[in-house]
């Protein structure tokens, strides 16, 4: 289900259909985002690789259990995900999108690892070996919203499963 925040107007059958696309076509195009977490109230934000599934309701990334970022996301499993296409062009402040999922993590069980592990390692063939370590945990973020921004003004959310 799609919103926009901005100018309080409802959109139309189409508009959400080409904002699902615009979303989904970020998610599959970028290979990193901006996760962000927080401990004893303080932000931190770690660059990640990620894998979104078709339906845009998890986001998959892995992470070594020895990181601060993990920890964070054990001690408060909320957290946001920025992906953006911008180029650091002039361009980008009329052209470049950027969608926040905002939701709560856990590690993926072993009953879910395979197929979670084959979607993000079909995106990310070259982090095989990463994955494989035995310190590193495979992490699903549950989508609870997307917020896209486009052209700075325009405001949309979308809530999958909805």
């Known amino acids: 289900m799609f919103r926009t925040i901005n100018y309080k107007r409802a959109i139309n059958l189409k508009e959400e259909q080409?904002?699902?696309?615009?979303i989904h076509n970020l998610?599959?195009?970028q290979k990193l985002?901006?996760?962000a977490t927080h401990s004893h109230g303080e932000p931190w934000a770690s660059l990640i690789a990620f894998a979104a599934t078709d339906n845009l309701d998890s986001i998959y990334f892995a992470t070594p259990k020895t990181t601060r970022k993990y920890s964070n996301l054990v001690n408060?499993?909320?957290c946001s995900l920025l992906i953006d296409n911008r180029e650091n062009l002039a361009s980008d402040f009329s052209n470049s999108i950027a969608v926040t999922a905002t939701g709560v993590v856990k590690e993926v069980d072993e009953s879910e690892k395979s197929?979670?592990?084959q979607l993000f390692?079909?995106?990310h063939p070259y982090l095989q070996t990463f994955t494989q370590s035995p310190t590193c945990a495979l992490i699903c973020l549950q989508v609870n919203?997307?917020?896209l921004v486009r052209?700075?003004?325009e405001v949309m959310e979308y809530y999958p499963g909805l």
């Open 151 to 153: 052209r700075f003004q």
């Open 121 to 123: 390692l079909k995106k």
């Open 145 to 147: 919203r997307y917020n």
């Open 27 to 29: 998610l599959s195009e």
């Open 18 to 22: 080409e904002l699902f696309l615009t």
């Open 76 to 78: 408060d499993p909320r």
């Open 33 to 35: 985002g901006a996760l």
């Open 115 to 117: 197929a979670a592990l």
